[in-house]
Every structure is written in structure tokens, then in C-alpha cells.
T-cell receptor
Framework: DTEVTQTPKHLVMGMTNKKSLKCEQHMGHRAMYWYKQKAKKPPELMFVYSYEKLSINESVPSRFSPECPNSSLLNLHLHALQPEDSALYLC?????????????FGPGTRLTVL | AQSVTQLDSHVSVSEGTPVLLRCNYSSSYSPSLFWYVQHPNKGLQLLLKYTSAATLVKGINGFEAEFKKSETSFHLTKPSAHMSDAAEYFCVVSDRIKAAGNKLTFGGGTRVLVKP
């Protein structure tokens, strides 16, 4: 299995809702990532988990809360989002946290905040 | 600090003609370099990677790239464009140091249009 899966594919939520994005990989990768991508822009790194521990938080607002329950799963909990948070949210994984290995990306979750 | 510049934001080619996407980078360390492709409303797919083996790297779907350290360039080419090559392409650099996480630096992207 050489893919990263993400659910749901699309999500529409109001500013008072609580929702979660899910990411899964079964490649034995020990680093996992969340990115945010706005239209016509490159992805922006949000969080990095290295060996199931949060190692990088790119000053992301607290309304985004990541969680890594085990080495295969990565969640992103969403609460009290703003319309400007609407974007494509991409999950990725790599064999380890070093820069030698490529990151494998999932198909993304298209989030719309009303 | 590292940075990536993709010299063309848009490239338009005719089907069957060569494609050239230009990328220059700067890095404090010996970098790994990647090209990713993104089709509309999809995730990113790795086309190829350079990690200090051969300087001419072959990737999927007929793409290849040449690492030129003296010019700090990593241009992507394909001899003959296909309609399915219409997409956004990202040049990406990663400093090869063991850190708390692998932070990629993305270029601004090049949108490729293929005309029939």
C-alpha cells in the first residue's frame, strides 16, 4: 500500500461547528504533515509529527488542533473556524523526518467555512 | 535559509512539442530537490527527485530533470507534451539535515496549458 488516504473529500461547516479531518497511511512512515493550500498557491506547512510527537507548529491558530493517535493516523480537529480558513487541506507522510525522503501526499479535503 | 524560484508562472505548449519548466534554488546545505505535479482538485504527485546520485534524473510519465550545482538550477523537461500534462507543477527543495521535521520549501508553481 503506497498511498495516503484522507476523509472526508469535501466538508462544509459553519463557524460554530466542530469537525475533524482524518489522514491514514500504511507505509510505515514515521513523519506526517498537515498542509493548507489556497487556490493558485503552493501548500503551506501547518504541522509536523515526527515519531508520533508534534515537532513543528508553524504558528497555526489554536482553532486548528492536530492529533496523532498512532503511527498510521493523523487527525486535524477544527473548531470555530473563519471563512478565510476555507482551503484544500493536504496530509502527507515521509519515511522519516530527514530531508532525504520525499513526502507522499493524500488527495486532500476541500473545506468550506460558511 | 532556502528558497525556490520558478521562473515562469504559466507555460503554454502545443501537444507533441517539448516542455521546459525552469527552477532555481538556493540552499545553505546540500539539498534534496523534487518536482511535484498537481492536477485540478487533486493532491500532489511526485514526478522525480534528486538526492545526490546522478545529476540527470528520470521520472514518471517521460519527465526528466537535470541538477546543475554551478547554476543552482533544476529544470524539468519532457520531449513531447500530452494533453494529460496540463496541470500545476511545483519545484521543491529540502535541506538534508536531520531535524525535528522535514520542512519543504515550495516554488510558486508553474501552470502548464497544453493546446491540441
Amino acid at each position: 500500500d503506497t498511498e495516503v488516504t484522507q476523509t472526508p473529500k469535501h466538508l462544509v461547516m459553519g463557524m460554530t461547528n466542530k469537525k475533524s479531518l482524518k489522514c491514514e497511511q500504511h507505509m510505515g512512515h514515521r513523519a506526517m504533515y498537515w498542509y493548507k493550500q489556497k487556490a493558485k498557491k503552493p501548500p503551506e506547512l501547518m504541522f509536523v509529527y515526527s515519531y508520533e510527537k508534534l515537532s513543528i507548529n508553524e504558528s497555526v491558530p489554536s482553532r486548528f488542533s492536530p492529533e496523532c493517535p498512532n503511527s498510521s493516523l493523523l487527525n486535524l480537529h477544527l473548531h470555530a473556524l473563519q471563512p478565510e480558513d476555507s482551503a484544500l487541506y493536504l496530509c502527507a507522510s515521509s519515511q522519516d523526518p530527514s530531508g532525504y525522503n520525499e513526502q507522499f501526499f493524500g488527495p486532500g479535503t476541500r473545506l468550506t467555512v460558511l | 535559509a532556502q528558497s525556490v524560484t520558478q521562473l515562469d508562472s504559466h507555460v503554454s505548449v502545443s501537444e507533441g512539442t517539448p516542455v521546459l519548466l525552469r527552477c532555481n534554488y538556493s540552499s545553505s546545505y546540500s539539498p534534496s530537490l523534487f518536482w511535484y505535479v498537481q492536477h485540478p482538485n487533486k493532491g500532489l504527485q511526485l514526478l522525480l527527485k534528486y538526492t545526490s546520485a546522478a545529476t540527470l534524473v528520470k521520472g514518471i510519465n517521460g519527465f526528466e530533470a537535470e541538477f546543475k550545482k554551478s547554476e543552482t538550477s533544476f529544470h524539468l523537461t519532457k520531449p513531447s507534451a500530452h494533453m494529460s500534462d496540463a496541470a500545476e507543477y511545483f519545484c521543491v527543495v529540502s535541506d538534508r539535515i536531520k531535524a525535528a521535521g522535514n520542512k519543504l520549501t515550495f516554488g510558486g508553481g508553474t501552470r502548464v496549458l497544453v493546446k491540441p
